[in-house]
């Protein structure tokens, strides 16, 4: 399975952004999507997930700006985020990770390449 984020870029805070991330390879092996951030200093952080049974969860600190959503046609799968109201906190290497969530856990997981998202203030 490979992830490729892309969407990532330089905006004013207030601005919009939509990351993507499109998935190929075994896609019958991906039941559960996620987007997580990483920024300088700070340890990775999950952002937006669409579980197994399709419940979304989003940090407390994107609720209300953020929208996850995930697209499954046949033979692909994308996942999507519309990021508005943007924040300077808001800039980090944004990740996409997608796997096969069991419940409690993930029995294992993929990760993207990062995508830069930078918010002027």
């Known amino acids: 399975v490979q992830l490729v984020e892309s969407g990532g870029g330089l905006v004013q805070a207030g601005g919009s952004l939509t990351l993507s991330c499109a998935v190929s390879?075994?896609?019958?092996?991906?039941?559960?999507m996620a987007w997580y951030r990483q920024a300088p200093g700070k340890q990775r952080e999950l952002v937006a997930r669409?579980?197994?049974?399709?419940?979304?969860?989003?940090a407390d600190s994107v609720k209300g700006r953020f929208t996850i959503s995930r697209d499954n046609a046949k033979n692909t799968m994308s996942l999507r985020m519309q990021m508005n109201s943007l924040k300077p906190e808001d800039t980090a290497v944004y990740y996409c990770?997608?796997?096969?969530?069991?419940?409690?856990?993930?029995?294992?997981?993929?990760w993207g390449q990062g995508t830069q998202v930078t918010v002027s203030s």
């Open positions: 390879g075994t896609i019958g092996s991906i039941n559960a």
């Open positions: 990770n997608a796997g096969w969530d069991i419940g409690a856990t993930m029995l294992y997981d993929y």
């Open positions: 669409i579980s197994a049974s399709g419940r979304i969860n989003y």
